[in-house]
């Protein structure tokens, strides 16, 4: 059985500000009406004998990946990393899952999740083959044939072929310099490595297990201790942590003498940067890739995208205009490799755009921050139908309730009501009191705090159906709109 093995934990700090640690690229649509999650899962269901996937990634984005792999009505489990240590120990504890669900047989398609694919049938098609070499032993992984010369991706060097589509692993190259690349691109024998992979979980760690046995004693540990936390499979913190952080390249691959490459020709791309995107979306007749509410005027060569307002350029060329509620980023095209480095200076002087949203997404919906002020906060929260916030009082704020869409029942020291649209209700300072939403459409209200104090730290909570807790990393979620804190210790219902 083929069990996809679908790594969701990175950021994709190249496509700032689209693109947040708090909500990361893959849970974007960025090339279409879904997610790239969700069109992994929906690429991967359609594969032959595939078995329940397997998502792995970071607590915080745990709920998230749970609703996006509800949505996508594949059967799967979300295994939850306890801390970011690339890719080989998170593959090496997916391996340990199938293994004791699926037994020896058991073969992983690691993929990633920020990727797009274009041609389904031929995506198809590399995997039937590299699934023959599989069955054989040994670790397959797939090449893309250069489109351009890419500094930014690692290459490998193919050497004799052994099936049709299927050659040896020479050789890996990570990111050359862009000559290099220039000379890779007319070269038949370099292909970019498309960090995908095929293998049965057995080889894969018994490969782990002679070259980096660290990590497999980490990994199995992990597995061996892990617990179950409502539909979430939490891998152990101190045995996972004790894993080096190494990618299946480093760890594994760059020394079997049994890897494999199949050539994967199905229109891939790494949306890895914002002219891999426009190139996945298509250019006009100008070479303009442009999304949203966008008005150009003799501009050429262009990047433009808008998520909050209008956006109207003139006269310029080859630049980027990246338009969300909190922040615009403009370009040049030349420069994108620097973004990476521009955001790690606005983390360095504690800038929330570097990270956070003002918009956050919960298990029982979103809420987003309107208006700040003096003694004052207004928030526009959503409600999904059956969602339900945890049961808590504030010691410093009264908070007011306006319904404008759907039906909400208010919980407010122990008396229940409901309300409807164009009604409101007020919750005292020091009430115990929960929001929830019982209808069958979601539910939309405004809350206006007021108070002395209006931080995220100011809570009491009583109880809370999903299970999170206040021991939770980001616990406290004091940056506004960030979607990647699931806590419990969250002052603010319209956070919990």
Same mark, same amino acid.
């Given at each position: 059985?083929?069990?996809?093995?679908?790594?969701?934990?990175?950021?994709?700090?190249?496509?700032?500000?689209?693109?947040?640690?708090?909500?990361?690229?893959?849970?974007?649509?960025?090339?279409?009406?879904?997610?790239?999650?969700?069109?992994?899962?929906?690429?991967?269901?359609?594969?032959?004998?595939?078995?329940?996937?397997?998502?792995?990634?970071?607590?915080?984005?745990?709920?998230?990946?749970?609703?996006?792999?509800?949505?996508?009505?594949?059967?799967?489990?979300?295994?939850?990393?306890?801390?970011?240590?690339?890719?080989?120990?998170?593959?090496?504890?997916?391996?340990?899952?199938?293994?004791?669900?699926?037994?020896?047989?058991?073969?992983?398609?690691?993929?990633?999740?920020?990727?797009?694919?274009?041609?389904?049938?031929?995506?198809?098609?590399?995997?039937?083959?590299?699934?023959?070499?599989?069955?054989?032993?040994?670790?397959?992984?797939?090449?893309?044939?250069?489109?351009?010369?890419?500094?930014?991706?690692?290459?490998?060097?193919?050497? =004799?072929?052994?099936?049709?589509?299927?050659?040896?692993?020479?050789?890996?190259?990570?990111?050359?310099?862009?000559?290099?690349?220039?000379?890779?691109?007319?070269?038949?024998?370099?292909?970019?490595?498309?960090?995908?992979?095929?293998?049965?979980?057995?080889?894969?760690?018994?490969?782990?297990?002679?070259?980096?046995?660290?990590?497999?004693?980490?990994?199995?540990?992990?597995?061996?201790?892990?617990?179950?936390?409502?539909?979430?499979?939490?891998?152990?913190?101190?045995?996972?942590?004790?894993?080096?952080?190494?990618?299946?390249?480093?760890?594994?691959? =760059?020394?079997?003498?049994?890897?494999?490459?199949?050539?994967?020709?199905?229109?891939?791309?790494?949306?890895?940067?914002?002219?891999?995107?426009?190139?996945?979306?298509?250019?006009?007749?100008?070479?303009?890739?442009?999304?949203?509410?966008?008005?150009?005027?003799?501009?050429?060569?262009?990047?433009?995208?808008?998520?909050?307002?209008?956006?109207?350029?003139?006269?310029?060329?080859?630049?980027?205009?990246?338009?969300?509620?909190?922040?615009?980023?403009?370009?040049?095209?030349?420069?994108?490799?620097?973004?990476?480095?521009?955001?790690?200076?606005?983390?360095?002087?504690?800038?929330?755009?570097?990270?956070?949203?003002?918009?956050?997404?919960?298990?029982?919906?979103?809420?987003?921050?309107?208006?700040?002020?003096?003694?004052?906060?207004?928030?526009?929260?959503?409600?999904?139908?059956?969602?339900?916030?945890?049961?808590?009082?504030?010691?410093?704020?009264?908070?007011?309730?306006?319904?404008?869409?759907?039906?909400?029942?208010?919980?407010?020291?122990?008396?229940?009501?409901?309300?409807? =649209?164009?009604?409101?209700?007020?919750?005292?300072?020091?009430?115990?009191?929960?929001?929830?939403?019982?209808?069958?459409?979601?539910?939309?209200?405004?809350?206006?705090?007021?108070?002395?104090?209006?931080?995220?730290?100011?809570?009491?909570?009583?109880?809370?159906?999903?299970?999170?807790?206040?021991?939770?990393?980001?616990?406290?979620?004091?940056?506004?709109?960030?979607?990647?804190?699931?806590?419990?210790?969250?002052?603010?219902?319209?956070?919990?």
């Amino acid at each position: 059985m083929l069990i996809p093995v679908l790594l969701a934990g990175g950021v994709g700090t190249r496509l700032w500000p689209l693109s947040r640690e708090s909500r990361p690229k893959q849970f974007l649509a960025l090339n279409g009406e879904s997610s790239l999650l969700e069109q992994t899962l929906a690429r991967v269901s359609r594969l032959d004998d595939v078995g329940p996937a397997l998502l792995i990634g970071n607590v915080e984005h745990r709920f998230v990946m749970a609703e996006q792999l509800r949505a996508s009505a594949m059967p799967g489990r979300v295994l939850i990393e306890p801390a970011r240590r690339d890719t080989a120990p998170a593959v090496a504890a997916a391996a340990f899952e199938a293994l004791a669900e699926h037994g020896e047989d058991a073969e992983l398609l690691v993929l990633p999740t920020d990727h797009a694919i274009a041609d389904a049938v031929a995506f198809e098609q590399a995997i039937q083959r590299a699934r023959a070499r599989a069955a054989r032993g040994g670790l397959t992984l797939f090449g893309v044939r250069p489109g351009r010369a890419e500094p930014g991706f690692g290459y490998i060097q193919a050497g =004799e072929t052994v099936d049709e589509g299927v050659r040896r692993v020479q050789t890996f190259v990570e990111k050359p310099d862009k000559a290099r690349a220039a000379v890779y691109l007319e070269d038949p024998d370099y292909y970019w490595n498309s960090g995908m992979f095929l293998f049965r979980a057995r080889d894969y760690l018994a490969s782990l297990e002679r070259q980096a046995p660290a990590i497999h004693a980490a990994a199995r540990a992990a597995h061996a201790h892990a617990h179950i936390d409502i539909d979430f499979l939490r891998l152990e913190e101190n045995a996972f942590e004790q894993s080096p952080a190494k990618s299946i390249d480093y760890a594994v691959m =760059e020394g079997a003498d049994d890897a494999v490459m199949v050539e994967l020709d199905a229109g891939w791309t790494d949306l890895g940067s914002w002219s891999a995107v426009a190139d996945a979306k298509g250019a006009d007749a100008h070479g303009n890739s442009v999304q949203g509410d966008v008005v150009i005027e003799d501009s050429h060569g262009c990047i433009v995208h808008s998520q909050d307002r209008l956006v109207a350029t003139i006269g310029l060329r080859d630049t980027i205009v990246i338009e969300t509620g909190d922040a615009v980023l403009v370009a040049d095209r030349g420069s994108e490799q620097q973004i990476r480095q521009l955001v790690a200076r606005l983390i360095a002087s504690g800038r929330e755009e570097a990270t956070a949203y003002r918009k956050a997404y919960r298990p029982w919906g979103s809420y987003e921050q309107i208006a700040v002020g003096e003694r004052f906060q207004v928030k526009h929260i959503r409600v999904i139908p059956g969602g339900r916030l945890s049961l808590q009082k504030h010691h410093h704020r009264a908070e007011h309730w306006i319904v404008v869409h759907g039906t909400a029942r208010i919980t407010c020291d122990g008396r229940e009501s409901l309300l409807t =649209e164009n009604e409101s209700t007020f919750i005292p300072l020091g009430a115990v009191h929960r929001l929830e939403n019982p209808g069958k459409v979601d539910l939309d209200l405004i809350e206006v705090q007021s108070g002395s104090y209006l931080g995220e730290d100011d809570i009491v909570r009583f109880d809370d159906v999903y299970g999170r807790s206040d021991s939770e990393p980001g616990a406290e979620d004091k940056v506004p709109g960030a979607p990647a804190s699931q806590s419990t210790s969250t002052p603010d219902i319209t956070k919990e």
